[in-house]
């Protein structure tokens, strides 16, 4: 069975062709994070407008890649939200219009959901596992039973993603944050500063405005911004971030008698965080899943995963489906 993927939720637009929901055929991705960086963040003019551009021209490399013909798709998946409702306008009327043309099924996707699907690529989803997703616009814990997906705990104000380019914007790092802090970090003293953990009601939410604002506050305290002061900042920051997100992660997989955590969306790239949560993990048994690097950013092969799961439960969407910026 072949499945479509198509991902047009923000700044990058994809397509991608799965076999049989495990055998990536091909996973292209048109990034327009280029066109942002002068602005220091996504401009989502600018960015449905590249997503409008690159559809054809993606959709055409996905196949030839893939060496299939657009009449060998048997069902394709799309990017239904959350997201840029720009952006999720272009594939959702792309996949729709396919759909309707060869006469196969469509199914929209959460993005968020895919984000932690991206995992079980060519492996077997584990019964029961908690869901760490964190990316540029959410931050959450699931609890995921059969199938099944029960919200743990959310972020209250920022995601950690946008932490990141938050914080690497207060340092002059440019954008995206995540990446350029992640190597960063690497060179800095990690106990150079320290950051009070947010107290929370629920000890499964999250918040990271607290900390973005106390880096403003250090960086305007401090008189002469050089090197190793970015450094030990991105370090700091980086190391407490990352300890409140394995604390959280673990109490939640204690609490529900987990065997699995699984981690997904674009911050899962950061290797402080596959250090220390694949440690403090297996020092107590679990299994850690990341996804592979590829995947961790925004991309069509994890649309079409999710959608070939929910196909097999028997989800279909109608002509009516729409983009959901806030689903
Ligand atoms: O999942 P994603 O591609 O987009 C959304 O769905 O939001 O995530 C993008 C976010 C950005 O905030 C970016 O700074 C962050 O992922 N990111 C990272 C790393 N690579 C990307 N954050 C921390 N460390 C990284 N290595
Ligand atoms: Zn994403």
Known sequence: ???????????????????????????????????????????????????????????????????????????????????????????????????????IPFIGVNHLEAHLAANFIGKKEPQKYIGLLVSGGHTSLSYHEKGKA???????????GEAYDKVAKILGLGYPGGPVIDKLAKTGNAKAYLFTKPKQDNPFNFSFSGIKTAVLYEVRREKTINEKFVQDMA??????????????????????????????????????????????????????????????????????????????KGRRSKLTLTGNPNL
């Open 150 to 160: 029960l919200i743990l705990g959310s972020t209250v104000d920022d995601a950690v």
């Open 1 to 103: 069975m072949i499945t479509l993927g198509v991902e047009t939720s923000c700044d990058e637009t994809s397509c991608a062709v799965l076999k049989n929901g495990n055998e990536i055929l091909s996973n292209i991705v048109s990034s327009s994070l280029f066109r942002h960086k002068a602005f220091g963040g996504v401009v989502p003019e600018i960015a449905s407008r590249h997503c409008l551009e690159q559809i054809d021209f993606v959709f055409e490399r996905a196949l030839k890649e893939a060496k299939i013909k657009k009449s060998d798709i048997d069902l394709i998946a799309v990017t239904e939200g959350p997201g840029l409702i720009g952006s999720l306008l272009v594939g959702v009327s792309f996949a729709k219009a396919l759909g309707y043309e060869l006469g």
């Open 235 to 312: 370090a700091s920051f980086q190391e407490a971030v990352v300890k409140w997100l394995v604390e959280k992660t673990l109490a939640a997989a204690a609490l529900k008698e987990v065997q699995n955590i699984v981690v997904g969306g674009g911050v899962s790239a950061n290797s402080h965080l596959r250090e220390v949560l694949g440690r403090e993990g297996k020092n107590r048994g679990y299994e850690i899943w990341f996804p592979p690097l590829s995947l961790t950013s925004d991309n069509g092969a994890m649309i079409a995963r999710r959608g070939f799961e929910l196909y097999r």
